[in-house]
């Protein structure tokens, strides 16, 4: 991106919302954090903001338009992981995630619209996972939350095009970060326990092995200085990535099968 831009990322007191934050921050852009907790950083502004809360949003984006004159771009990072057998997860968990991952990013897009709508341009990325994709192991409710977000952003993307506004989804694979740390883990009955465990210490050693955060943030660069969107974009390693056209091209059976090798439930 050439021109200076105000930015508006959700998620910022850690992992890749931080890293992106100070990223575009260094680049010379105005870059507002919304995220729970104050982040200090000489790269952004913080805003403390619960995203699942319509009214501090509103707040917030008043405060980002009382010295801004437009928003340019908003990333949707803000999100949490959910772990357990679909069978253990209460209705409590299941609403929290959705809340968070699903309802706030909305509520953020809808915030932003009016001052895109009157500038004429705006770029939206939703950060989804290669995980929407597909129902995984034992993270079931996350993949769903996920791929709720990626239908949201295609339709929306017939309803805004009118104004030169773009959306996406960025499904990312492993990250290296801290997530492992504020996933919601259900209750997991006994039937489960054994296969779980195992799941689950895989799991955190694909999170470990991950991307950097500063390589997501590289990649978002180049997607923001294109004039032109697609409606999903994959970034993460090969193995994690290949895992979506082999779904849509292989049986769902062999597929299956593909999946449990992967995640050592066979």
């Not at 952004?44 to 949003?57: H, Q």
């Not at 619209?113 to 500038?119: D, G």
Request: hydrophobic share 40%.
């Amino acid at each position: 991106m050439s021109q200076h831009k105000t930015i508006i990322i959700t998620g910022t007191s850690s992992g890749i919302g931080f890293v992106l934050a100070e990223y575009f921050g260094k680049k010379g852009h105005k870059v507002y954090g919304l995220s729970r907790k104050h982040t200090e950083s000489q790269y952004f502004k913080s805003i403390p903001t619960d995203v699942t809360d319509n009214e501090a949003v509103q707040n917030a984006i008043a405060e980002v338009l009382k010295t801004e004159n437009r928003i340019d771009v908003l990333i949707n990072n803000a999100g949490m992981g959910m772990v357990g057998a679909v069978e253990d997860s209460s209705k409590e968990d299941i609403l929290k995630l959705f809340n968070l991952n699903l309802v706030g990013a909305v509520q953020m897009m809808s915030a932003v619209m009016p001052k895109m709508r009157e500038n004429k341009f705006g770029q939206i990325i939703n950060v989804s996972s290669i995980g929407s994709e597909m129902g995984l192991p034992f993270r079931g409710f996350y993949s769903a939350s996920k791929s709720a977000l990626d239908k949201v952003t295609e339709a929306m993307r017939y309803e805004v095009y009118p104004w030169n506004i773009h959306v996406c989804s960025l499904h990312l694979g492993d990250i290296k970060t801290n997530i492992a740390e504020n996933r919601v883990r259900t209750k997991v009955s006994e039937p489960y326990k054994s296969v779980f465990d195992k799941v689950y210490a895989l799991m955190n050693s694909h999170v470990g092995d991950g991307t950097e955060p500063l390589e997501v943030a590289t990649y978002v660069d180049q997607l923001l200085s294109k004039n032109k969107w697609k409606a999903h974009y994959y970034f993460g390693k090969f193995g994690q990535k290949i895992g979506v056209p082999l779904k849509w091209i292989l049986p769902q059976g062999t597929y299956e099968n593909l999946m449990k090798k992967y995640n050592k439930l066979a």
